[in-house]
């Protein structure tokens, strides 16, 4: 398979789907999940996927082996942290506003790179219901930030400092909130520990600046994607094919 997940696949519980054995369900997701430490590619797939643990069906494993087909034919696939490369840090922040449909909930994505290597990338369904786009990206980039602070604090041992971080996201109703909740009467609803955001901003510590969605590259981690922005994206995660 050339993508872990077909971009039309609408994983749910489907209860009249024939069950199948849990134990060896589970026992495959596991081993999926500990391949994305070094797979960030997979991340989305295998995270949907471990959501049917309790109750798999035959709907749900074939989503599984098309992963385990996506690995297979793509076993030459690496990520890259070349000698030499630069210290510049770089968070990528990105959400699903309610894409799943279960429960309807959000999921925030991250990526942080030092350089052109990627460093650490996360992404975790949101604990809260978000009634907006620009809520679930700026709880997103409120979590970038957290990522992007404890970076900077990891790089004083080392003795580098950084002036401040950029954060790039897609949404602008959320780069807004973050320099001006005057503008914003409607999101007063957003939960209080979300909004240290903006007082980082503020003092400075970290910047937020536009990208386009297609050059989003924590876009992979949200949703499954037609194969040429899938590959696209793939190769902005920094993996490459291996070279002996």
């Not at 993508?3 to 081993?31: A, F, H």
Request: aromatic fraction near 8%.
């Amino acid at each position: 398979m050339k993508t872990p997940m077909s971009s039309d696949t609408k994983l749910m519980k489907d209860e009249e789907c024939e069950s199948i054995d849990s134990t060896k369900y589970r026992g495959m997701i596991n081993s999926l999940l500990y391949l994305t430490a070094s797979r960030p590619d997979i991340m989305f797939s295998v995270c949907l996927g471990a959501h049917f643990q309790e109750a798999p069906k035959i709907s749900h494993l074939e989503a599984v082996k098309r992963i385990f087909r996506y690995i297979k034919g793509t076993t030459y696939l690496g990520l890259w942290y070349p000698k030499g490369t630069g210290i510049e840090t770089v968070v990528y922040a990105d959400s699903n506003h309610a894409r799943d449909y279960m429960d309807r909930k959000s999921t925030s994505t991250i990526c942080t790179f030092v350089g052109c290597c990627l460093t650490s990338w996360f992404s975790k369904k949101q604990t809260a219901l978000a009634i907006s786009t620009t809520e679930a990206e700026y709880v997103s980039v409120g979590k970038a930030c957290q990522q992007a602070l404890w970076m900077k604090q990891a790089l004083i041992d080392y003795d580098v400092r950084l002036d401040d971080v950029p954060i790039m996201c897609d949404n602008k109703g959320a780069i807004d909130l973050s320099k001006n909740p005057m503008q914003h009467s409607r999101t007063k609803h957003i939960e209080i520990c979300h909004h240290f955001l903006r007082d980082n901003v503020q003092k400075g510590h970290i910047s937020i600046e536009k990208v386009t969605s297609i050059d989003n590259i924590t876009d992979i981690l949200t949703k499954p994607l037609k194969r040429e922005s899938f590959n696209y994206l793939r190769l902005g995660l920094g993996m490459i094919e291996h070279i002996p």
